[in-house]
């Protein structure tokens, strides 16, 4: 056994007895509502595919073609042979879905958050973090860091101690970035009061958007319309298509200045090899279909009312709904005894929560039936109130 072998076995077993391993499903069928998983039929209460679009006859057509006529690959990075008609295509009406001049499509929103950060980070710069953003955030805040950019995380939505960081660095370019739709406990930026603090003190906005898109908003374009902030949205943003979307790659959003420098500078976009131009092709289709009159965002929006008022929420506005639980041997208890009923509802435990705060992270689809979520509020009220 090699060195790197015997450290890598001594960590994994310090995860197992620190209850930490995390062992993925394996999935017999596609990621539908009812889908195969170890062999069982379940009901996912756990999919990001919030509009269902990843099974979706267009999306699913659109992505054919393109792989008939382009191929199944880019075959290299964008700035060699790995940029098509529909990398170009893609970027333009995405950007138009968001209302910005411009967008650079990355592989996917982690290398989206990274490469922006690092891109955009110098001696002179101060990245201002909330506490609860993606783990692709945390990592490009490392990044800058390498950068000479000094780094300062406020707790979670606080707008006070955002604005007393700001005075500290009143004399720097402060460079501010959230989760848009936070992706654990489904709670919103308060963007309005953020941008308007931000705009005080000159410094930049970053928002990451990722479970916002294709969710929030009239139209489903995210949380700048969901606030109605079309008149002053953050410099940055960031929108996947991995979530709502069905598809996987993000984009980057902004002026014609940010795109071309993270064209040049980004090193996850200019050293990795490009999306498959099929890819590209799915993500267009579905934000036609989410733009369009038979968008499926009304019948989430009907789910995710159906559920809060079953579990007695007063207001609740996003997919995502975080079931408190606790201790982490519990939490992992409570999710097997659902899915010994057929609900696949995995737990979310330290170190993605904080020790004793796991929780069951349920999301909800569009194609959730009433059934569904009627079964599975009675399954938690038998198990997290018994």
């Not at 076995?9 to 391993?21: A, F, I, K, Y």
């Not at 195969?36 to 659109?62: C, K, W």
């Not at 880019?74 to 700035?79: D, K, N, T, Y």
């Not at 036609?288 to 009907?302: C, E, K, V």
Request: glycine share 8%.
């Amino acid at each position: 056994m090699t060195w790197l072998e015997a450290s890598a076995e001594q960590s994994l077993n310090s995860w197992r007895r620190r209850g930490l391993e995390r062992i993925p499903a394996t999935f017999a069928s596609a990621p539908t509502p009812e889908a195969v998983i170890d062999s069982r039929t379940m009901v996912l209460f756990s999919s990001s595919n919030y509009l269902g679009l990843a099974q979706h006859p267009r999306v699913i057509e659109a992505a054919s073609r393109a792989g008939a006529f382009f191929g199944a690959g880019s075959g290299g990075s964008r700035l060699t042979t790995g940029t098509t008609s529909a990398h170009r295509e893609v970027e333009r009406v995405f950007a138009e879905f968001l209302g910005y001049p411009e967008a650079v499509l990355f592989s996917s929103g982690f290398a989206a958050n990274t490469g922006t950060l690092q891109a955009l980070a110098g001696p002179g710069t101060v990245i201002v973090s909330d506490e609860r953003n993606h783990a692709s955030i945390i990592d490009g805040c490392r990044l800058a860091k390498a950068q000479g950019a000094a780094v300062e995380v406020y707790p979670h939505r606080d707008m006070g101690a955002l604005e007393r960081v700001l005075d500290k660095h009143h004399d720097r370019n402060c460079l501010v970035v959230s989760d848009g739709l936070f992706s654990m406990d489904g709670t919103v930026a308060a963007l309005p009061e953020l941008m308007a603090i931000c705009r005080a003190h000159e410094a930049a906005v970053m928002v990451d958007d990722a479970h916002g898109t294709g969710t929030l908003g009239a139209s489903g374009r995210g949380i700048v319309e969901h606030f109605q902030l079309h008149n002053d949205a953050p410099d940055v943003l960031v929108a996947t298509a991995s979530k709502a979307l069905g598809a996987e790659g993000a984009v980057v959003a902004g002026s014609p200045a940010l795109t071309e420098l993270l064209r040049q500078k980004a090193r996850s976009y200019v050293y990795s090899t490009s999306p498959a131009p099929a890819t590209c092709a799915a993500i267009a289709e579905a934000l036609d279909i989410i733009a369009g009159s038979a968008s499926p965002l009304g019948a989430l929006r009907a789910n995710i009312d159906h559920l809060s008022h079953r579990l007695g929420w007063k207001t609740w506005e996003t997919p995502i709904f975080p079931i408190p639980i606790g201790g982490e041997e519990h939490a992992v208890a409570v999710s097997e005894s659902l899915r010994e009923q057929g609900f696949f509802v995995p737990a979310i435990r330290y170190p993605t929560v904080a020790r004793n705060r796991a929780i069951l992270r349920v999301t909800l689809m569009a194609t959730h039936t009433a059934a569904h979520i009627d079964s599975l509020a009675n399954a938690l009220d038998g198990l997290i109130h018994s």
